[in-house]
């Protein structure tokens, strides 16, 4: 609805999305939930789209395009699917570290195969005592000549066990708390880099989360991402621009649920009627297109800032807090317009509304966000 200040290539990449999204991630997204299996080749063919590297600079192979393009694309991605949305989503901020504070020549070796999608990303923070509070992490990286040796385990990591890169965040001197916080490249195969338990989830069960497991795994100091100590603000930073995708794939799933639950309410037949002609119906449908849109305005406000360089993380949180909110409250209310086959897995609402669950959780929960909003007030 409120795509009248998009330019004609954002328009034509977000129809270009579209098509793609209904022909080609649409039909599995089904089997992908059931058998909670992650679908690399589907990836390859979203790579040939050239949408896993939409925001990556054109030297590098990448599209050149910025937060709003990209998620343009996201949010269709998973309107046809959340686990295919939240895959990519997960691989742009692994990448955004590498983009933003890497030196040229891990530029030059790392974003290429990453924006042709011939590499997949991972953004490893999560620890078992380092949730919501990212300062917390136990990893540790001890420099031993011209490399780090790591050790420790990440948890939860979206992509965890595909991506052939991964940004790993380790504290390389615990004594200085978040300041001692570094970023490392650790490539899949590194020795001593493994994988632990596959999460089973409740839903975006297409998507694959991993424990990652360190032991004694040595890495050049070349992969040392910005400088020692930089890590807590390189992570900050990534996740800021990510709450950016994550509203946009959070409210992918939402659209979809309400699309849903307009085509039920018109051909569910109840007292002679289509059910869509009672007044509760009715207004249960004008909230949650209300809820989709009003989310999707904070999505384009947050993106059009980062964009022009303007300081854009309330912004973000805002549009996660709401996205996620709203793509809740949709989702169950779809359910709810269905009535009980909206129950049955016959329909798909009702992996939508398992699948809106997570997105109130990561990224910074959103009790966190309300947390970001109200300093931004007081400060």
Same mark, same amino acid.
């Given at each position: 609805?409120?795509?009248?200040?998009?330019?004609?290539?954002?328009?034509?990449?977000?129809?270009?999305?579209?098509?793609?999204?209904?022909?080609?991630?649409?039909?599995?997204?089904?089997?992908?939930?059931?058998?909670?299996?992650?679908n690399r080749e589907l990836f390859r063919k979203i790579?040939?789209?050239?949408?896993?590297?939409?925001?990556?600079?054109?030297?590098?192979?990448?599209?050149?395009?910025?937060?709003?393009?990209?998620?343009?694309?996201?949010?269709?991605?998973?309107?046809?699917?959340?686990?295919?949305?939240?895959?990519?989503?997960?691989?742009?901020?692994?990448?955004?570290?590498?983009?933003?504070?890497?030196?040229?020549?891990?530029?030059?070796?790392?974003?290429?195969?990453?924006?042709?999608?011939?590499?997949?990303?991972a953004f490893a923070l999560t620890e078992p005592a380092?949730?919501?509070?990212?300062?917390?992490?136990?990893?540790?990286?001890?420099?031993?000549?011209?490399?780090?040796?790591?050790?420790?385990?990440?948890?939860?990591?979206?992509?965890?066990?595909?991506?052939?890169?991964?940004?790993?965040?380790?504290?390389?001197? #615990?004594? *200085?708390?978040?300041?001692?916080?570094?970023?490392?490249?650790?490539?899949?195969?590194?020795?001593?880099?493994?994988?632990?338990?596959k999460e089973d989830k409740m839903g975006m069960r297409?998507?694959?989360?991993?424990?990652?497991?360190?032991?004694?795994?040595?890495? #050049?100091?070349?992969?040392?991402?910005?400088?020692?100590?930089?890590?807590?603000?390189?992570?900050?930073?990534?996740?800021?621009?990510?709450?950016?995708?994550?509203?946009?794939?959070?409210?992918?799933?939402?659209?979809?649920?309400?699309?849903?639950?307009? *085509?039920?309410?018109?051909?569910?037949?109840?007292?002679? *009627?289509?059910?869509?002609?009672?007044?509760?119906?009715?207004?249960?449908?004008?909230?949650?297109?209300?809820?989709?849109?009003?989310?999707?305005?904070?999505?384009?406000?947050?993106?059009?800032?980062?964009?022009?360089?303007?300081?854009?993380?309330?912004?973000?949180?805002?549009?996660?807090?709401?996205?996620?909110?709203?793509?809740?409250?949709?989702?169950?209310?779809?359910?709810?317009?269905?009535?009980?086959?909206?129950?049955?897995?016959?329909?798909?609402?009702?992996?939508?509304?398992?699948?809106?669950?997570?997105?109130?959780?990561?990224?910074?929960?959103?009790?966190?966000?309300?947390?970001?909003?109200?300093?931004?007030?007081?400060?």
């Amino acid at each position: 609805m409120f795509d009248y200040f998009l330019t004609e290539e954002q328009r034509l990449l977000q129809q270009t999305a579209r098509r793609f999204a209904e022909n080609e991630v649409a039909p599995q997204a089904e089997e992908a939930d059931e058998k909670a299996e992650f679908n690399r080749e589907l990836f390859r063919k979203i790579a040939e789209m050239g949408f896993m590297g939409i925001n990556i600079p054109e030297e590098y192979d990448g599209g050149g395009q910025g937060s709003l393009s990209t998620a343009l694309v996201i949010m269709e991605l998973a309107k046809a699917c959340g686990s295919t949305g939240m895959g990519v989503a997960a691989h742009f901020l692994g990448l955004d570290a590498i983009l933003h504070y890497g030196t040229s020549e891990q530029k030059t070796h790392y974003l290429p195969p990453l924006a042709r999608g011939e590499w997949l990303c991972a953004f490893a923070l999560t620890e078992p005592a380092a949730g919501t509070d990212a300062a917390a992490v136990q990893t540790t990286a001890q420099k031993r000549g011209d490399k780090y040796i790591i050790n420790g385990n990440k948890i939860f990591i979206s992509n965890g066990g595909e991506a052939e890169v991964n940004v790993v965040f380790v504290k390389t001197d #615990p004594s *200085k708390g978040s300041r001692g916080m570094s970023a490392l490249i650790v490539e899949k195969g590194t020795p001593g880099f493994t994988f632990g338990k596959k999460e089973d989830k409740m839903g975006m069960r297409g998507s694959v989360n991993r424990e990652l497991i360190f032991e004694d795994c040595e890495v #050049p100091i070349a992969h040392l991402i910005g400088e020692e100590g930089q890590g807590f603000k390189i992570a900050m930073d990534a996740i800021n621009t990510g709450r950016i995708v994550t509203a946009a794939y959070t409210i992918g799933v939402g659209e979809a649920a309400l699309e849903a639950a307009t *085509k039920y309410a018109k051909e569910r037949i109840q007292f002679g *009627k289509p059910i869509g002609e009672f007044q509760g119906i009715q207004f249960m449908l004008a909230d949650m297109k209300v809820a989709v849109e009003a989310a999707k305005l904070f999505i384009y406000q947050a993106a059009y800032k980062a964009d022009n360089g303007l300081p854009f993380a309330t912004e973000a949180s805002m549009a996660k807090l709401v996205s996620s909110d709203a793509a809740m409250k949709v989702t169950i209310d779809a359910v709810q317009i269905h009535g009980g086959y909206g129950y049955m897995k016959d329909y798909p609402v009702e992996r939508y509304m398992r699948d809106a669950k997570i997105t109130q959780i990561l990224e910074g929960t959103n009790q966190i966000q309300r947390v970001i909003i109200a300093r931004s007030l007081l400060k």
